[in-house]
């Protein structure tokens, strides 16, 4: 089967209603902004330092290395979110920037190809000896994944030809030859971008090495226990636990092994895609069968209904199945991120539509969730309940920020939106050889060859307000081809097709309508995905959603807000047998958005005791839900998803 | 006024169906096993090193100072149990092993009258350099209330000459006179324990030094910081923060400015029990005011059903108002035993009922519940929800432990348990000089004299089960005195009394029952309290409890056990209008004890998905409730106190 790569990017123009909006903030915005961020020209904002290190590795500024020891990363990620940025629309001031920092970067390179500025400046004699917790693999990933964006968009080969030396360097390192370190990354990351380089550059090496990691992590004796000891046991100042943590970084056994996600919950994810990769590109069905098994924890036992995974701070982690506290979660933007990453390898090793699915949760209940509407302040945890002042005064909830924040020390999550949003038309198709499929209903437009015909796809769609989409096909010649789309999990009601204003039937599979016919130029195909407005339960076994539910229309998530409904939101009830109404209101730069009012109850309290004898003392109210996606950009206050019924 | 301590001690008999069984506990294996365990001779718990450490102290061994630079408190709180248990039963074994103890104490005692073993075996140039961390004055205290303790029970003098020796060294080194340091304690202990050797020997400046102590907290410059800064910036290893944390130890203002509980718990409490001894004692007004403030915010914000007080674990502290977590709390067993301490003091300075029901509320709830009923297995936290996967799993509930243990390494706890069964009879009664308080229904025989009439009270008791107390007289001839009797808070319908059968009038004021009368040899009262089952809420700013009720009997909080009601407690639901049916069960030690057993609802599921469409999916159950005070002692599984309501 063709995969997503096969559809070249640059091929895709994105025009939607609705994403087109965050796709301008991105060119106007956001990548503007974030490197002002990498620069530290944000005030009010915790510098970066990001840029400035890449300067005195270079030898051009004298000085110490700051921030984290992985910050390196937000430069690779900045460069690739301009990579994609530029695959669909030039801009010759964003480009200029990006080659004058890929001329530094280059700078910055040591003679044998080794990059990382942390240890050219602090500890040039300490490479690669503290795989567990210092990034060096992580970020030359990012490098990796940063060259062949740029590469891919503007064909400027001068980042792409650094990191190969590097990669180059790194293949010389480890391996499984005689006297190579027989490590791997603390932090997942390279593996996957390794296997992007090879498909840029076609060198089955990168392949091996990407497969090597993979299948290297969690052998005995542990990599990490011994390069520990070998260290004297220390550990780098920022770790997180007091000797090295084996389930943290997915390295307590091999990962044909694990059965249950486990541990950072971005290193998981992370490290999954590359597995998914590695079992598509290798036929390994051992490796797809790990693969399957991860994927249906996370999704059947481990995730947020918004698409948010990591149930505790605590390692920025994974915990244990149902559990999934709403308060004091992690939900890290950049984990949901790296869950779509992992659905879209998922889509192209094991098709089906439950991956499509959660790569539409993730987009809009946590990606454009976690950037506030300025493009400028964001969100690293994405909390299904905010009591500010909880916030502020319990230490267990002090990472659950009441507000977007304009940057932060540790800033993985902001570029990988960015990077995600310019990115996004790799998520919308794939194609086999006759057949497109549809994964994402997204305003855009994309070329491709059937048998021997170029056919230009216009689709359009109303989502997420309406559930509607339209494609129009533009060709010389009629083809031939199936057209499969993913029926979402969402509907309410018959997924139903028309062809040219007429209902067609379809066959289903694996999620996925299916309409064969010989097209012709100037064919319209309709689809229509009823929403409706559902009330949404968890499992019996989510302990922290027992007697609560959430309402969900279409792919958003619905949530309620102190703004709307007063102080106190635990003491509200909505009633599952009310009708709620449909309200369009204007919010900036989305315009018209829908919210939802319904009768509901609030309850009374007789008097100030802390606790008194049981009376039901309800009175009624008006509730007003907001989608989740927008929540927090009126000011701060209370927020719940989830919500006592009546 | 009088207060309980003109009531001596050793002059209260208890002799109680329920709690007599506790006392027994105490004698044949609380205080024999804790021996143990400061002994380092419980097989399969962490070692304590307390008594070690005194030996190494002493000379007589060889060593450094193992455990925690507290440990020596636990000795103090062992020989304090030893003193309460022999003022109303000798034993000549446990009162051979105390003397001897008393002798080792003695032989580590400092030439100067210092009596330290951390700062003596390890950094003898540097005592009184740490306030903040290093406990001297709390262990200080702790052995100043052992001393009094076995003073007033065995007249032997040896600890409190020790003892005095030290409080006369501390008296020279701290004080508002000039070249002594302007310190106090990091743990307040010290002040409350000072006012008990005060009385015990009439000595005036050791009520001057607790004063000093009380009022030096919190005045600028803060004590703590310039310590600190004087250090070089260093804190002890075991120092729960990266530098001096002010609310921690309520040094951030001048106690008497202090509006709200704060930092941790036990801290706080043992603090406002002196400020409570010392506004008495000293009449001062403005003191009051502060502890009733203190109390008020405590008992009316920030206290679990139980009693249980400290919302988090990190510093084991308050955290603000409303904030009442059942899975994550802390509830630390020594801050409800704290908390007693301070109802007492309160009572004696500000008589109402509402203290009282505080002392009976965490008595039942925490104090006995903290033990197992083999009286060797001890909680240090008191969970209102328990779900061992998370305690095993989750690192935010780890200290959430699913069964009582052994012991621990900081053990602070159950000898706190121990001090306060031998010390019962102290809070039963108190008296004025024509009044007799009954504060607490528990059979027991009592002395007092009024108007020169010797008279003997008999109590018998029939709580926790039944509401109804019976108190008879004893004495030569007739006297007219009040008799005033607390009107529990749990009671549902009239509170009434009859003297010799027959119903009586009586006048209430703050909470008590009050009848005067002459009353001869062998009048009988008996008083009534109806006992219902009531199904309890919390005001509705308390967002962990919206949604829930729980079960209180009497005095009794009941819960579920997982033993009885199968896995998953949080699918299930009450059902507020049902009948709850009293049964007659067999634990135990205890005898008969009450359970509850009502039709109920579990949550079914349809199917194995996460997230669902809302759908009341319930199948009627039978639900079965026991006294959360004899939860987990049938073996490890899910236990809840807040239950969901149909």
Redesign the interface.
């Known amino acids: 089967m063709l995969t997503t790569e096969q559809i070249s990017l640059n091929k895709i123009k994105i025009d939607d209603v609705f994403w087109t909006k965050y796709r301008s903030l991105l060119k106007s915005t956001i990548i503007p902004y974030q490197y002002d961020a990498i620069n530290d020209r944000i005030p009010d904002a915790e510098p970066s330092y990001a840029v400035q290190n890449f300067r005195i590795a270079a030898g051009e500024v004298e000085g110490r290395h700051q921030g984290a020891i992985f910050q390196d990363s937000d430069v690779a990620k900045w460069l690739e979110a301009v990579g994609y940025l530029l695959s669909f629309e030039r801009d010759e001031e964003i480009e200029r920037k990006a080659d004058d920092l890929i001329d530094l970067v280059a700078r910055a390179q040591q003679p044998d190809g080794y990059l990382n500025t942390y240890y050219i400046i602090e500890e040039p004699e300490n490479r690669w000896t503290n795989l567990y917790d210092c990034h060096e693999l992580y970020c030359a990933g990012h490098f990796m994944e940063a060259a062949v964006a740029y590469f891919d968009a503007t064909g400027k080969r001068k980042l792409l030809d650094v990191i190969c030396r590097f990669a180059d360097n790194i293949n010389e390192v480890f391996g499984p030859e005689e006297g190579k370190l027989k490590g791997y990354p603390g932090h997942p990351e390279i593996e996957l971008a390794l296997v992007k380089l090879y498909r840029a550059t076609g060198n089955q090496k990168y392949l091996n090495l990407s497969k090597y990691f993979v299948d290297q992590r969690g052998q005995k004796q542990n990599y990490f226990t011994e390069e520990w000891e070998k260290r004297g046991k220390t550990l780098d100042k920022s770790s997180v636990f007091k000797e090295p943590n084996l389930h943290y970084g997915q390295s307590y056994a091999p990962v044909r092994e694990q059965e249950v996600a486990t541990g950072h919950a971005v290193r998981a994810v992370y490290l999954y895609t590359a597995m998914a990769d590695l079992a598509r590109l290798t036929n390994d069905d051992e490796l797809k069968k790990a693969c399957q098994r991860l994927w249906d924890n996370i999704?059947?036992?481990q995730?947020y209904?918004t698409g948010g995974i990591g149930?505790?701070?605590?390692?920025e982690a994974f915990?244990?199945d149902y559990?999934l506290p709403n308060d004091?979660m992690y939900a890290e933007t950049c984990a949901s991120i790296g869950l779509i990453f992992f659905a879209k390898r998922m889509l192209a090793l094991d098709l089906h539509s439950k991956y499509a699915d959660i790569i539409e949760k993730a987009l809009f209940n946590i990606v454009i969730e976690s950037m506030a509407l300025d493009g400028k302040h964001y969100f690293y945890v994405n909390p299904l309940e905010v009591?500010p002042?909880?916030s502020q005064?319990?230490?267990?909830r002090k990472h659950v920020k009441e507000t977007r924040q304009a940057w932060f020390g540790v800033s993985c999550c902001p570029p990988n939106v960015a990077r995600l949003l310019g990115s996004l038309g790799d998520y919308i198709y794939s194609s086999t050889e006759n057949c497109l499929f549809t994964h994402l209903y997204i305003g855009s437009q994309i070329n491709a060859k059937f048998d021997g015909t170029e056919v230009t796809f216009k689709q359009s769609s109303q989502l997420p307000w309406r559930g509607e989409a339209r494609i129009e096909f533009e060709m010389e010649n009629s083809v031939n081809i199936k057209m499969a789309f993913r029926i979402p999990d969402w509907i309410s009601g018959r997924f139903s097709i028309t062809v040219n204003g007429k209902e067609t039937d379809y066959t289903t599979k694996n999620g996925y309508a299916f309409v064969e016919r010989t097209w012709e130029n100037g064919d319209i195909i309709k689809l229509f995905m009823p929403i409706s407005i559902?009330?949404?339960?968890?499992?019996?076994?989510?302990?922290a959603d027992?007697?609560k539910?959430t309402v969900q229309r279409g792919p958003l998530i619905y949530c309620l807000e102190e703004e709307d409904n007063g102080q106190?939101l635990?003491?509200l009830?909505v009633d599952?047998e009310a009708a709620w109404i449909e309200k369009e209101e204007n919010f900036p730069v989305l315009g018209k958005i829908i919210t939802l009012e319904a009768d509901g109850y609030k309850?009374?309290?007789e008097n100030?005791?802390?606790?008194?004898?049981?009376?039901?003392n309800r009175e009624k109210i008006n509730i007003k839900a907001i989608p989740y996606f927008v929540w927090g950009n009126r000011g701060i206050g209370e927020m719940r998803i989830w919500l006592?019924?009546h």
């Open positions: 999704t059947e036992k995730m209904i149930s505790t701070e605590i390692g915990t244990f559990d004091t009591w002042e909880a005064k319990d230490p267990r559902q009330f949404m339960q968890a499992n019996s076994m989510v302990q027992a007697g539910v106190n635990s003491s009830l599952t309850e009374i309290d100030n005791q802390l606790y008194s004898i049981f009376k039901k006592r019924y």
